[in-house]
Structures are given as structure tokens and as C-alpha cells.
């Protein structure tokens, strides 16, 4: 077998910065999985639909491989990021540094992993790779997915080359931290207005808070948008508080961030930030299950209730952004 010698295997509850802390880990910079998320400016929502999907989409976070663009640019890593149509110089990116070794980060879809729970195509999943034997790839993922886990070589080649909505051709990236990065300290702030200003002022209503409104008026409409409701609305409410889609993950991650900014930094924009969030990450807890009551007994006032709840939490997220924005350096 080869394998990376001395890797934090410690896993976390979101992929992207369970991968980038391991990455990270290995070159000596060790940051909690919050301040990973807020220092990537990770916290978004859209609210997805369109004719070829089975069932809408909620997203709590910046799309699939944003947020690792804006921790490499906010800390000053280099981000090496290699993407291809050919299987075979795929496997050649992702064996070389590992031969020299360097973990590897790889974008892929979940489905085809040996180890995932649920069977569910999402091409926006990330995977922190340490090593490899005749058969198998040896990974970190999240701790809901057993941290250090193995998949086959062939279940990690079909993940790879998966198409469809939010994949990458084959994308393999690495990150060296250089002698004297910019501490985490100095970029809380500029990661905190970036973040604010795209989600108070998005450019389609889909987005940001706006997409949260519009996600309360449509979640009413959801018995009536599947043939299979007691399928689909649980299953949209688990990816949402278990994986994190549009539910509480993200909001415990932001608030989580939050509560470690204010102890660097004095400010009650801050304060104010941090103890809205508390409140909506609860909510959304509540959204999560009042969709998966509606799809497991059909009662269709569950979805009025939670359509509600959403409007409120347009209005919390709106005010907490707002605060937020008023940081000053």
C-alpha cells in the first residue's frame, strides 16, 4: 500500500472542509471546520428546480468548490487544481502527489462510493485521498460517513468521471501553505462582508435571502410537485439536516464562526450576527422535520407551517447579514 505518512484522519460534518482540513492538517496549519467554513465565505442558500430534476433542490452553502477558491485566495495558499476528460491522466494527478507525499483533494459524485449511506447522485461531493493499494483508495470523509473509510478503485473511477449537475471533469486539487500566510485573524472580516454582500443582495431571486423567501412560498406546493411524497420530501428533509443542504448544518457552522470571531474581535455586529444565527439554525431544524411529517402523513398544513418559518428566517438571515456587512478592518 501506498500511503501519505502522518494525516489527521479527524473527520468533520461538512465534506469540502472535512477534505481542506485535512489538507491543510498535513502542511501545519490546523483551523477548526467553522473557522475553515466562515474564512471561505461559505454560507449561502439557493433554492434549485428546473424540468430535468425529479425534485427541488435546497443549498445552504456557496456552490461545490467556492469555498475552497476563497480560502486558498483569503489565506494566500496555492491552490494547484487539475481537471480532465481522460481517466487515465486523472488517476496520473492524483497517484503523483501522493507518491510524493502530498494528500489530494478530489471533487466527485457520491453514488458510486462503496461506504455512502444513502444512494443519492450528488457531483458536488469532496474527499480528502491519502492513499491506495491494488484495489482500493483510502479516503477522509465525514464523520457521518465513517471518517477514514476505503472505497474500490473502480467505484472511485465511476465517482470521478460522473456527469451531471454540479461535477467536474475528474478535479483533483492540492494546497501548499506558504512561509508567512496572512493570519486567519487579519482576513475574518474581509471573509464576513464578502459573504454578507452576496447573500443581501443576490443577483436572482433564487438566492441568498431572497431565495429563502421564495422557498417559503413554493415548499407549500410540494405535495402536489412528486408522485411519491412519502420518498421525496423525507429524503429533502434529511439531505437537509443531515447533509446539510438547506438545512441547520451550514447555520451551526456560520454561527460556530461567528461565536469564534467574537472572541479575536470586540464588535456587537458580531454579537448581533452570531446570536440571529443561533436562532436560525434552530428553525431551520424545525423546517427540516416539518417537511418530513408532511411527506410520511401527507398533512399539507405541515408545509404551510413550514413555508412560515421560512419567510421568518428570510427576514433573521436579512437582519444578521445586515449587521454583519457593518464590519469595519
Known sequence: MTEVKGIDTRATRHCETTALGVLLRHQGLDLSEPMLFGLGSGLSFIYWDSKSMDFPFLGGRVKPFELTRNLAAGLGLDLLVRETGSPRRAWENVKGPIDAGHPVGLQLDSYHLDYFGSKVHFGGHVVAMYGYDDHHAHLVDTDQQGGAVSTSLTGLALARAARGPMSARHRSFTLTVPENPPTPRSRIV????????????????????????????????????????????????????????????????????????????????????????????????????????????????????????????????????????????
Not at 421564495?214 to 443531515?242: F, H, I, N, S
Not at 447533509?243 to 448581533?272: I, K, V
Open 190 to 329: 474581509p471573509a464576513i462582508t464578502a459573504c454578507a454582500d452576496a447573500f443581501l443582495h443576490p443577483p436572482i431571486a433564487n438566492l441568498g435571502h431572497r431565495g429563502i423567501e421564495k422557498a417559503g412560498k413554493l415548499v407549500r406546493t410540494w405535495l402536489q410537485r412528486t408522485d411519491t411524497p412519502e420518498r421525496d420530501l423525507p429524503q429533502a428533509a434529511m439531505l437537509m439536516e443531515r447533509a446539510g443542504t438547506g438545512g441547520a448544518l451550514f447555520r451551526n457552522l456560520y454561527r460556530d464562526f461567528l461565536a469564534e470571531c467574537a472572541d479575536l474581535l470586540d464588535s456587537g455586529h458580531l454579537r448581533t450576527g452570531h446570536t440571529l444565527y443561533t436562532e436560525a439554525a434552530l428553525l431551520w431544524t424545525e423546517v427540516a422535520a416539518l417537511i418530513e411529517k408532511a411527506g410520511t402523513s401527507g398533512e399539507e398544513e405541515c408545509l404551510h407551517r413550514a413555508g412560515a418559518l421560512l419567510g421568518e428566517l428570510s427576514r433573521i438571515e436579512r437582519e444578521a447579514m445586515r449587521a454583519l456587512s457593518r464590519l469595519e478592518t
